[in-house]
C-alpha cells in the first residue's frame, strides 16, 4: 500500500506500509534516500473512527462491528475506582489505627475496627456485585456469526467473553443493571 503526503517544505514524501506491521520504508522520490522508520502496528492510511460514548474503535479486525455501547460506562468506572481507592486508603491506615486504638476500651476498639473492616471490604465488595454483569461493549463478528462482550473486573481490568446466540439463556426475572 502507498499513501503519498506532502509535508510543510513543499516535498512530497511517499509512505510505503510494509506487510510485517512493524516498519513503514519512506523514501522522498529518490530511490537513494529511502529509509527505515519503525511504526507501532498502525498505518497512516487506516484510522478507525470511535465510538464517542465508549471510546472503543466502531469495528475490529478480529471482534467486528460495535452494535452496543453501555451508557454508564463512565459512571461505574468511577464508583469503582472510587470505591477501591477508599478500600487500598483505609487498608494502609489500618495498622495506625491500631497503634492510637490502644488508649481505648475493648469493646470500643472492636467496634470501631469492626465497622472500619466492613467499610473497607463490604462496599468494595457490594460494588463489585451490583455492577460486575454491566455491560460495557459488544462486537458483533459477522463471518463466525460471534459476539464479544466486555465488562470490568474487580480491579477495574477489562474482561471480554465470546459467545453465539445459542449460548445466551434469557433469565425469568431481570436483574440490578438489565433493561
Known amino acids: 500500500m502507498q499513501v503519498q503526503r506532502l509535508i510543510s517544505n513543499g516535498t512530497r514524501v511517499l509512505y510505503k506500509v510494509a506487510t510485517n506491521c512493524n516498519q513503514k520504508v519512506v523514501s522522498q522520490l529518490q530511490p537513494s534516500l529511502c529509509r527505515v522508520i519503525p511504526l507501532t502496528c ?22 467486528g462491528d460495535l452494535i452496543y455501547a453501555g451508557p454508564s460506562n463512565t459512571t461505574v468506572f468511577l464508583c469503582k ?49 451490583v455492577t460486575k454483569r454491566y455491560i460495557t461493549y459488544i462486537y458483533f463478528n459477522r463471518k463466525n456469526k460471534s459476539f464479544t462482550a466486555g465488562r470490568f473486573t474487580f480491579f477495574l481490568r477489562n474482561k ?20
Not at 101 to 125: K, N
Not at 161 to 179: F, N, R, S
Open 42 to 63: 498502525r498505518t497512516m492510511a487506516t484510522q478507525i473512527p470511535l465510538d464517542p460514548m465508549c471510546k472503543k474503535p466502531v469495528y475490529h479486525p478480529k471482534k
Open 81 to 129: 475506582a472510587v470505591s477501591l481507592g477508599t478500600c487500598v486508603l483505609s487498608a494502609a491506615l489500618q495498622p495506625y489505627l491500631y497503634m492510637i486504638g490502644d488508649t481505648l476500651p475493648v469493646p470500643l476498639l472492636v467496634a470501631g475496627m469492626g465497622s472500619l473492616g466492613f467499610f473497607m471490604f463490604g462496599t468494595t465488595a457490594l460494588m463489585h456485585f
Open 160 to 179: 471480554e467473553m465470546e459467545y453465539t446466540t445459542k449460548d445466551v439463556v434469557v433469565p425469568d426475572v431481570a436483574g440490578i443493571l438489565q433493561h
